[in-house]
């Protein structure tokens, strides 16, 4: 009995760790940590005690990372090039490239990466290329999973295209270009945004829909949460949300402004179990969590908890839903649990 009652009562993570250089990206799976950082390297921590475990170097700096759906895997990309980490032996497929590279996780543990105008798909417990759906020379400026996994989903040259191994299965046109992609969890529908305000969204059978922002700035990047139904985007360093249960109703999904100011990327939705939760990071060194349900197009909402780290947040992501995982410019790495 002793015994269960420590194990119920454990503290949650909090610890800070200091790194060799500024923090790019950090993702989060299970007791694993991975960050990111600007000059290249890439650390491995763990997520209860901060304690470093390995790490690795990738040539001309990293600036995004995210772990397989199954844990075993950590995709790195940068300006120069990308690496697939097997983490439970320390194995690496890494690839120099001439142009920054993007990836894409698909529940099956297939990782699709974008460079130039190329798209490879590969086996990520092997490392082995499986197909290249894009190979081209107009660049790809983003890709996300489609059809539960079954085709990608590419932005180029300001259009949409759809691939499976077979070749291409879909295309979509917008009313304006579009540059940022994100997917539903169920794998029928695709959001959209670029070079014209609001946010696109388009279904398999050819449903769609277009959401309006409060302003008219563009849309630099789009976060949904694990079940598919609250979408956030970010436009001049501040956030807008909605819940899509009403799409396709009578009643559009309404905007709900966040009164965040954000950097580009550091912005991670709370665990579904909780729902409704994100939680920003800011250049002012803010960090903070919010209810999205809260606020409308007039009135913008604050934040449940907010804290400063003492220095421009960089990156953020949740370890379960109830602890925040966040860095910052001077190379701290910290774990928090909110108040």
Same mark, same amino acid.
């Given at each position: 009995?002793?015994?269960?009652? &420590?194990?119920?009562?454990?503290?949650?993570?909090?610890?800070?760790?200091?790194?060799?250089? $500024?923090?790019?990206?950090? %993702?989060?799976?299970?007791?694993?940590?991975? $960050? *990111?950082?600007?000059?290249?390297?890439?650390?491995?921590?763990?997520?209860?005690?901060?304690?470093?475990?390995?790490? =690795?170097?990738? +040539?001309? !700096?990293?600036?995004?990372?995210?772990?397989?759906?199954?844990?075993?895997?950590?995709?790195?990309?940068?300006?120069?090039?990308?690496?697939?980490?097997?983490?439970?032996?320390?194995?690496?497929?890494?690839?120099?490239?001439?142009?920054?590279?993007?990836? %894409?996780?698909?529940?099956?543990?297939?990782?699709?990466?974008?460079?130039?105008?190329?798209?490879?798909?590969? #086996?990520?417990?092997? !490392?082995?290329?499986?197909?290249?759906?894009?190979?081209?020379?107009? +660049?790809? #400026?983003? /890709? &996300?999973?489609?059809?539960?996994?079954?085709?990608?989903?590419?932005?180029?040259?300001?259009? $949409?295209?759809?691939?499976?191994?077979?070749?291409?299965?879909?295309?979509?046109?917008? +009313?304006?270009?579009?540059?940022?992609? *994100?997917?539903?969890?169920?794998?029928?529908?695709?959001?959209?945004?670029?070079?014209?305000?609001?946010?696109?969204?388009?279904?398999?059978?050819?449903?769609?829909? #277009?959401?309006? &922002?409060?302003?008219?700035?563009?849309?630099?990047? =789009?976060?949904?949460?694990?079940? !598919?139904?609250?979408?956030?985007?970010?436009?001049?360093?501040? /956030?807008?949300?909605?819940?899509?249960?009403?799409?396709?109703? @009578?009643?559009?999904?309404?905007?709900?402004?966040?009164?965040?100011?954000?950097? =580009?990327?550091? %912005?991670?939705? @709370? +665990?579904?179990?909780?729902?409704?939760?994100?939680?920003?990071?800011?250049?002012?060194?803010?960090?903070?969590?919010?209810? *999205?349900?809260?606020?409308?197009?007039?009135?913008?909402?604050?934040?449940?908890?907010?804290?400063?780290?003492?220095?421009?947040?960089?990156?953020?992501?949740?370890?379960?839903?109830?602890?925040?995982?966040?860095?910052?410019?001077?190379?701290?790495?910290?774990?928090?649990?909110?108040?």
């Amino acid at each position: 009995m002793a015994a269960m009652a &420590t194990r119920a009562t454990r503290p949650a993570p909090d610890w800070e760790r200091q790194v060799d250089d $500024v923090p790019a990206a950090l %993702a989060v799976s299970g007791g694993l940590c991975v $960050v *990111a950082c600007a000059r290249g390297g890439v650390h491995l921590l763990d997520v209860v005690t901060g304690q470093a475990i390995a790490k =690795l170097w990738l +040539p001309g !700096g990293a600036h995004r990372v995210g772990f397989s759906p199954d844990g075993a895997v950590a995709a790195v990309a940068g300006p120069c090039g990308y690496a697939l980490w097997r983490v439970a032996d320390g194995a690496v497929l890494m690839r120099a490239t001439d142009d920054p590279a993007r990836f %894409a996780w698909a529940d099956g543990n297939l990782c699709a990466v974008a460079y130039g105008g190329s798209v490879v798909v590969y #086996d990520a417990a092997s !490392g082995v290329e499986r197909w290249r759906p894009v190979d081209g020379a107009v +660049p790809v #400026d983003d /890709l &996300t999973w489609f059809d539960r996994g079954r085709s990608v989903a590419a932005a180029v040259g300001g259009d $949409v295209y759809a691939y499976s191994a077979r070749g291409r299965v879909a295309a979509w046109s917008y +009313p304006a270009p579009v540059r940022v992609l *994100a997917g539903g969890t169920d794998g029928a529908w695709l959001c959209a945004a670029g070079d014209g305000p609001g946010v696109f969204i388009r279904g398999v059978g050819g449903t769609s829909e #277009d959401l309006p &922002t409060p302003t008219p700035a563009l849309i630099d990047g =789009l976060a949904l949460d694990e079940s !598919g139904q609250w979408l956030a985007a970010q436009s001049d360093g501040g /956030l807008t949300v909605w819940d899509l249960a009403a799409r396709g109703g @009578r009643m559009r999904p309404k905007p709900r402004r966040l009164d965040a100011s954000i950097g =580009l990327g550091v %912005a991670a939705w @709370r +665990p579904t179990a909780r729902g409704a939760v994100i939680a920003t990071g800011g250049g002012d060194g803010a960090v903070a969590v919010w209810d *999205a349900r809260a606020g409308s197009v007039r009135r913008a909402a604050s934040p449940s908890v907010r804290w400063y780290a003492g220095a421009p947040v960089t990156a953020l992501a949740w370890a379960g839903s109830e602890v925040l995982v966040y860095a910052d410019a001077a190379g701290r790495v910290t774990a928090r649990a909110p108040e």
